[in-house]
């Protein structure tokens, strides 16, 4: 066990108990209030949640309804704006103000566009395209100044697919550089003159200098139980998004509702500018996660991960079909991703990289079996598997996976660290003799949030960690709790020791 024993007293106090060790809140939004409507059936509102999120923007919900192009109009006329300040707050925040701060900025949207538009863009459904045509037309109506929605948004369709260290990009190049787009050759030149003009000879060396600019490598989380864990056998999901903390970003948080005509309706958690799944649920109850795994191979030659979310849950209604998605379209660089069921009462755990992904549900063998042995050739076990329950923080358990991660393994890593706590908080609910409720899922995401040394209580201001933004799922009842980091500088606060917005899903779907 890795908490401390009065931490895991602590933890297992509050299991059941409508009370938590961590120091978030749960509240419903007291008001929706009307913002705009949009050009055809879409509309922009605010969710007061009293108490929460005052000083910065309230929590946004952005509804779209009807054809693709025009979901998409809609988004660049009632977001857009707010999705530009968005990517400009993340671009400040990487590159800071100095002189270069112009020249690499250009650098790297140069980057974004060549990536987006000779190697994911050929993998993308034509109905996303549809949606990406309709908010450049509906930004320009909005009088969005500069860059086109529509490429501000595949921008950070790019920026999510990233390797979670940017120093492995590398290996992305080298599979170009095996496959090469023939349309691409232009674009790269102009990359590399620009990369040049900043004293770096190659991407991989402009790459290296955004880390020294501050890039922090994804260190996300997801949890599922079920079954005999639960009240009634249902679900539980959880998903935490550990990454670049105190940007600004949190001013444009958003809830986006997604009606097609032509699939099922869902919903998004997130912030401006992307119009994918950082985290999502369907009208079906199929909940859709994400944790970054470091993995080889890696390539941007496959379905951008966020819009391959919202792809399953337009189109499953169980696992079987949500799995038999996920394995017609093709993965990108290595991530860990989760899908939940209300139908099935069930969770599962991808790991993949670009050419495979294998799935895990509870009491995987192979979980069980993992181990690390350090360099005094002392063997320890690092997979425990419980019953009912699978979760996944940023390493790999599959013996092909393991073979080819690319960052440190081992009982003294941070992301095995979270990997056992989650293990011992669903552990510590069990000694307590109660089933889980929507409390205790709650509980064990916020715990596990990265918010400094104490995973377990929140402490006092300043805060630190990279958790921007923490989401527990019920799908059976259709309802999200969703939080988001909040304030900024010295009075910033992790999302989860924030306010968890409780949502229900079924008034909107």
Sequence with gaps: ???????????????????????????????????????????????????????????????????????????????????????????????????????????????????WNDYMASELPEQYHEELRGATAGGAAAGVPGVEVGTLLTRGLVLANLPGSLEDLVYVLEDEAAHPNATSTPSYQALLGAVRSLGEASVAQFARRLVTKGWQPLSCSMIGFWGNRTADGRVYTGRNLDWLANTGINAYKV??????????????????????????????????????????PESFRGFPWMLRLRYIMENADDLTSALKLW????????????IGSAKDAKFVVLETNAARSAVFTDMDPREAAATYTDHYNVTQQIGFPLPNAVWRTNNPFDPGMRANFLWSQGP??????????????????????????????????????????????????????????????????????????????????????????????????
């Design 1 to 115: 066990m890795l908490g401390t024993v009065a931490a895991v007293l602590a933890l297992a106090a509050c299991a059941n108990a409508g009370s938590n060790p961590v120091g978030y809140t749960v509240a419903s939004p007291s008001s929706v209030n009307l913002v705009a409507r949009g050009a055809y059936k879409g509309s922009l509102s605010t969710l007061q949640v009293d108490g929460a999120y005052t000083s910065e923007a309230p929590p946004f919900l952005l509804q779209l309804e009807g054809t693709r192009y025009e979901m998409g109009y809609d988004y660049g006329l009632l977001f857009g704006i707010q999705g530009k300040a968005v990517f400009e707050s993340l671009l400040k925040s990487i590159l800071g103000d100095s002189t270069l701060a112009p020249l690499e900025q250009g650098a790297l949207e140069l980057f974004l566009d060549w990536q």
């Design 412 to 509: 003294h890593t941070n992301s095995q660290e979270r990997y056992q706590i989650i293990h011992d908080s669903i552990v510590d609910i069990e000694r307590t003799g109660a089933r889980a409720t929507a409390d205790d899922i709650i509980n064990v995401t916020a715990v596990v949030g990265q918010k400094g040394d104490n995973y377990y209580t929140c402490g006092p201001l300043p805060h630190e960690g990279s958790n921007v933004l923490s989401v527990a799922f019920d799908p059976k009842s259709q309802v999200i709790y969703s939080a988001w980091e909040a304030n900024s500088g010295d009075n910033w606060v992790p999302a989860a020791c924030s306010t968890f917005v409780k949502l229900d899903m079924s008034q909107w779907f």
């Design 255 to 296: 809830v986006t509702v997604f009606r097609p005509n032509d699939a099922t309706a869902h919903a998004t958690l997130g912030f401006g500018g992307l119009i994918g799944a950082l985290a999502g649920m369907s009208a079906e109850g199929i909940t859709v996660h994400e944790a970054n795994l470091e993995e080889k």
């Design 327 to 338: 394995n017609s379209t093709k993965n990108t660089v290595g991530f860990n991703h989760g």
